[in-house]
């Protein structure tokens, strides 16, 4: 019985000194070679590997898809690109009552970003674009701007506010302010690689919902005499202003979170092969003529987080 346990112990060190010991991390011996260097727009471009990494990731050299650019996460040559839908509501059999439109648009590159402070919203520096905006004819109907450039507004501190000023003068039965609706914002970055990015408004770059309340609208209200400030911007997926109160007149803004300018769609690779996977080729077809530098990442890693990778490029041409 004593040589049972003592052997018992012995099987328990063993195995306790061998969850403790630490893989061995080395460098990945690996290699790719491509089976025809220049391809057609139907074909696929067949990868070899030789040897076995953990992991391997696969950078096509397409725009959003170049490993040299991995880093960067801004474009200094960005442009920029704004646009919405909006639509008015006279509500009122006798169209001659209805003020003239009385919804503004501004841009800030220099607004401090405290829209809950009367002499900030006051003195933000704005810039009334309105005249860039499709404006609609007639009531009830939703005119959508096309997307217009304000890369103008980019300065070294690479940041544009963007605001909506509802403004009308005193609601009387002959002369009434209408209600306004605003939806569909987009502030779209362009990449000097062509890729649009949606400037934070989105999931994963798509603005499928095309909500809002991903731009960080904040709405601030002018106080006076004549102003009836219990009328306020109403901020949802889509963003309205109701109507104008008799005897009252209406200041109000609506301003957006900080947009930055030079952000960009950031370069990503596809990982084609994990520590279990066995995988000797891969295919891969390019849509688009061009000269394309690929890249495969080869990495070796182990449970404590250490790792090591090895790197190689290929040229493909695209005709």
Do not use: H
Request: aromatic share 12%.
């Amino acid at each position: 019985m004593k040589r049972y346990r003592f052997f018992a112990y012995l099987i328990l060190i063993a195995a306790a000194l061998y969850a403790c010991k630490k893989d061995a991390l080395t460098t990945p011996d690996f290699e790719v070679s491509a089976e025809k260097t220049t391809v057609s727009t139907t074909e696929d471009a067949v990868f070899t590997f030789a040897g076995n990494p953990d992991m391997i990731t696969f950078y096509s050299g397409q725009p959003g898809k170049e490993y040299d650019k991995i880093d960067r996460i801004t474009d200094p040559n960005a442009t920029n690109q704004l646009g919405f839908a909006v639509k008015y509501n006279d509500n009122f059999t006798n169209a001659a009552i209805n003020q003239p439109r009385n919804l503004s648009v501004f841009a800030s590159n220099k607004f401090n970003g405290k829209w809950s402070d009367s002499a900030s919203v006051r003195n933000g520096n704005w810039v009334d674009i309105s005249d860039r905006v499709t404006w609609p004819a007639v009531t009830s109907t939703t005119a959508v701007t096309s997307l217009f450039d304000i890369s103008d507004f980019r300065t070294a501190r690479d940041t544009v506010f963007i605001a909506f000023r509802y403004k009308s003068t005193t609601s009387s039965a002959t002369s009434k302010a209408r209600s306004w609706q605003m939806t569909n914002f987009k502030l779209n970055n362009i990449g000097s690689n062509g890729l649009v990015y949606l400037n934070g408004i989105t999931t994963n770059n798509v603005n499928s919902a095309n909500d809002n309340r991903l731009a960080g609208f904040n709405a601030y209200s002018f106080k006076g005499e004549s102003v009836k400030d219990s009328l306020k911007w109403t901020l949802d997926a889509s963003s309205t202003f109701p109507t104008g109160a008799d005897g009252y007149s209406d200041e109000d803004w609506m301003i957006s979170r900080a947009f930055k300018l030079s952000s960009i769609i950031l370069d990503r690779g596809v990982y084609i092969k994990k520590r279990l996977d066995v995988v000797n080729t891969y295919r891969y077809k390019f849509t688009s003529p061009g000269t394309y530098k690929v890249t495969f990442v080869a990495v070796n890693s182990t449970v404590e987080g250490g790792s090591k990778s090895t790197i190689r490029n290929l040229t493909i041409k695209v005709e």
